[in-house]
């Protein structure tokens, strides 16, 4: 069975300053791992994925994960935060066969000025 | 632009009735995914279809159902409505059977208000 859990359901920081959206998950397999990014009103961008290569994976817009086997966290983190990653984020596990597909509840990420 | 088009953007209809939402999945993709996104519930995975067959399902309702055509769209059909169904229903596409070590690429989604 595949679970995701999302650790904080909104996260505030302020311009400039390093983003932490925390992800734990639990699966059978060795899964593979997904962060989404939704702006309002848009639909679910890929920020970046997991398959099983290097641990520490970079995305787009200066963000990156590192995949902790021994914590089952899969945190995604920014050094300095920008206006525009104002947004919700989806932790997502899949199986090694892609067919179970989970995502978590989301993180709104707010960013002040 | 993800490629992925559905339609309508929105839709406002009335407890009881039926309605139908489009998806035409980026060309060459060969798997589309539905998915419903309200307030309460999240984001939760409906059902897949992988080149005209149904690959998975999630947690979709018996009144809810779905098919892909030959030409790879995907119609998901929503009836005996209620309240409860207002959501955000996104649709997604990609070129695998399954999800793995490959990104899917979602649409813009369609906004149902049932009234």
């Known amino acids: 069975a595949q679970s995701v859990t999302q650790l904080d359901s909104h996260v505030s920081v302020s311009e400039g300053t390093p983003v932490l959206l925390r992800c734990n998950y639990s699966s059978s397999y060795s899964p593979s791992l997904f962060w989404y990014v939704q702006h309002p009103n848009k639909g679910l961008q890929l920020l970046l994925k997991y398959t099983s290569a290097a641990t520490l994976v970079k995305g787009i817009n200066g963000f990156e994960a590192e995949f902790k086997k021994s914590e089952t966290s899969f945190h995604l983190t920014k050094p300095s935060a920008h206006m525009s990653d104002a947004a919700e984020y989806f932790c997502v596990v899949s199986d090694p066969g892609g067919f179970k597909t989970i995502f978590g509840a989301g993180t709104r990420l707010f960013v002040k000025a | 632009d993800s490629g992925v088009t559905q339609t309508p953007k929105h839709l406002i209809t009335a407890t009881g009735q039926r309605v139908t939402l489009r998806c035409s999945p980026r060309?060459?993709?060969?798997?589309v995914y539905w998915y419903q996104q309200s307030l309460d519930q999240g984001l939760q995975f409906l059902i897949q279809?992988?080149?005209?067959?149904?690959?998975a399902k999630g947690n979709i309702l018996e009144r809810f159902s779905a098919q892909q055509f030959p030409d790879l769209h995907s119609e998901l059909n929503l009836s005996s409505l209620e309240l409860g169904d207002s959501a955000l229903y996104f649709c997604?596409?990609?070129?695998?059977?399954?999800?793995?070590?490959?990104?899917?690429?979602f649409g813009q989604g369609t906004r149902l208000t049932v009234v």
């Open positions: 060309s060459g993709d060969l798997s």
């Open positions: 997604a596409s990609s070129p695998h059977p399954g999800q793995a070590n490959t990104e899917a690429f």
């Open positions: 279809y992988y080149n005209g067959e149904e690959r």
